[in-house]
């Protein structure tokens, strides 16, 4: 396959049966097969919203998942967590997985997924509240590739991340804009 794609024909969707799934592989052995084998359950059941990025509507790019989760709140950094309710948890959103073929290397499309993820997440807030972005990451290539893109490590499990939404909502001004106009 050739590593020449252009990035505008890709689109991100949610996870479906037209999406081929047994022809992905990142590589990650466990990524691989949650894709192939668990995330259509998960999607059924309501534990993980999976969104896959396509070049035709059936190839499988890269994937990532997005689920609710709370965080301790004493586990944030305390210059995070003084800004937040004194609350012993506070509302997250998981970053579960997020993965990219190896057909589809070297292209931006982990830096796509993630975008994309954030956008959705900090979009998302209108209505169900997230504090922060949380991810855990699953070997050091992955811890990097957060570090890289902002991501700050929890002090007491340094490969769990977390990204503040309201950081993340600078990323994306108009989406700001659309959250302030729904508020009228």
Known sequence: MSKEHD???YRIEMLGDEHERAAFSCGVEV????LQKQAGQDVSRRV??????????KTIAGFYTLSAHLVNLADLPESVAKR???????????LGRLAVSENFRGQGIGELLLLDALKRAFGNTREVASAVVVV???????????????????PTQPNRLFYPMKTI???????????????R
């Open 84 to 94: 937040l309710p004194r609350y012993p948890n506070v509302p997250a959103t998981l």
């Open 7 to 9: 990035k505008t024909q």
């Open 136 to 154: 855990d990451a699953k070997d050091e290539r992955a811890r990097g590739f957060y570090l890289r893109h902002d991501f700050m490590p929890l």
């Open 31 to 34: 990524l691989d097969r949650y």
């Open 48 to 57: 993980a919203a999976a969104f896959v990025i396509t070049p035709d509507g």
């Open 169 to 183: 909502e600078k990323l994306f001004p108009r989406a700001r804009e659309g959250t302030k106009e729904s508020r």
